[in-house]
C-alpha cells in the first residue's frame, strides 16, 4: 500500500499544513508538550506529549475543527504565564526523579 510514501510527499510539499501526526512527531523530537484548545469547547481539548520522556515546556496551540477551517494557529501567551509553566515542569521533573532514581534531571 502506498498510503505511507504519499503523505510523506504531501506533507514535504511547500504550504502544506500539519496535522496531529505532525505534532506528535514534534512533541517527541523537542521534547515539548502541546496544549491543543478546540473550537469545538473545552471538552475537545486535547494534549500531545512526548511518548518517552518528560516534556522540558508546554505551548498552547489553537485549533478549528472540521467544518471550521481544519487548521492549527498559534497562541501567544505572556512571559510570566510562561515562565510559571517553566518552573511547574521543573518541578514536576524533580518529583519524577525522586520516584525513579534512574530518571536524569536536565535542569537542576
Known amino acids: ?15 502544506t499544513f500539519g496535522d496531529q501526526l505532525t505534532l506528535q512527531a514534534a512533541a517527541d523530537l523537542f521534547n515539548v508538550e502541546f496544549n491543543v484548545i478546540s473550537s469545538l ?3 475537545a481539548t486535547t494534549v500531545i506529549s512526548p511518548q518517552n520522556s518528560v516534556p522540558i515546556s508546554s505551548f498552547y496551540i489553537g485549533h478549528f475543527a472540521e467544518g471550521d477551517g ?20 521543573r518541578r514536576m521533573t524533580r518529583i519524577r526523579q525522586q520516584c525513579d ?6 535542569d537542576k
Open 1 to 15: 500500500m502506498d498510503a505511507w510514501p504519499t503523505y510523506i510527499q504531501n506533507m514535504a510539499k511547500n504550504g
Open 101 to 106: 532514581p534512574r530518571e536524569k534531571l536536565s
Open 70 to 89: 481544519e487548521h492549527y494557529v498559534a497562541l501567544q501567551n505572556d512571559a510570566m504565564w510562561q515562565e510559571r509553566m517553566e518552573e511547574r515542569i
Open 41 to 43: 469547547g473545552p471538552a
